[in-house]
């Protein structure tokens, strides 16, 4: 089952600044590459100790423009 961010597992990948595995607090984690559709971005990541797996999502939060 997938839960949002909001949950309790969310809500520890959040405070640690999504760089410790929520399940079992290891700093040993992997960031797969990110895939992309349209205005939307994806990556797994997975705990090398426990070898739990989970997905951080991307949306555009903002568009910048070089000016002439």
């Given at each position: 089952?997938?839960?949002?961010?909001?949950?309790?597992?969310?809500?520890?990948?959040?405070?640690s600044?999504y760089?410790?595995?929520?399940?079992?607090?290891?700093?040993?984690?992997?960031?797969?590459?990110?895939?992309?559709?349209?205005?939307?971005a994806?990556?797994?990541?997975?705990?090398?100790?426990?070898?739990?797996?989970?997905?951080?999502?991307?949306?555009?939060?903002?568009?910048?423009?070089?000016?002439?």
């Open positions: 089952m997938k839960t949002k961010e909001n949950s309790k597992l969310g809500k520890i990948y959040k405070k600044g760089n410790i595995c929520p399940y079992c607090g290891s700093f040993n984690i992997s960031g797969g590459h990110f895939e992309s559709d349209c205005n939307y994806w990556r797994n990541i997975e705990c090398l100790k426990c070898e739990k797996e989970w997905t951080e999502e991307f949306t555009i939060t903002a568009v910048l423009f070089e000016e002439d």
